[in-house]
């Protein structure tokens, strides 16, 4: 069994930061990579960056300059620094990890309003 739990939404300001954590644990031998979709309503869920265990980013062209993934291989840990936060980024965050299968995480929820 996998466990994927994410932390550190909230409600912020324009032009605000905040940094997501996500932690997969459980049966889990081998990662290949880790990464955030996110959700807003009425909207389908669209990845918004991704790194592979041996380093390798990619960033949606909405996020890309602002938002920053890193991992730490060892703790099964991925996270993201969101900064020049925008109303257009409030939405439901997902921790994606793939490992042969894929996991997601519960979900949490990034507000960005004055």
């Known amino acids: 069994q996998v466990q994927v739990v994410e932390s550190g939404g909230g409600l912020v300001q324009p032009g605000g930061s905040l940094r997501l954590s996500c932690a997969a644990s459980?049966?889990?031998?081998?990662?290949?990579?880790m990464g955030w979709f996110r959700q807003a309503p009425g909207k389908p869920r669209e990845l918004a960056a991704r790194?592979?265990?041996?380093?390798?980013?990619y960033y949606a062209d909405s996020v890309k300059g602002r938002f920053t993934i890193s991992r730490d291989n060892a703790k099964n840990t991925v996270y993201l620094q969101m900064d020049s936060l925008k109303p257009e980024d409030t939405a439901v965050y997902y921790c994606?990890?793939?490992?042969?299968?894929?996991?997601w995480g519960q979900g949490t929820q990034v507000t960005v309003s004055s």
């Open positions: 994606h990890v793939q490992s042969g299968a894929n996991f």
């Open positions: 459980g049966s889990i031998f081998s990662i290949n990579a």
């Open positions: 790194i592979t265990s041996g380093g390798m980013t």
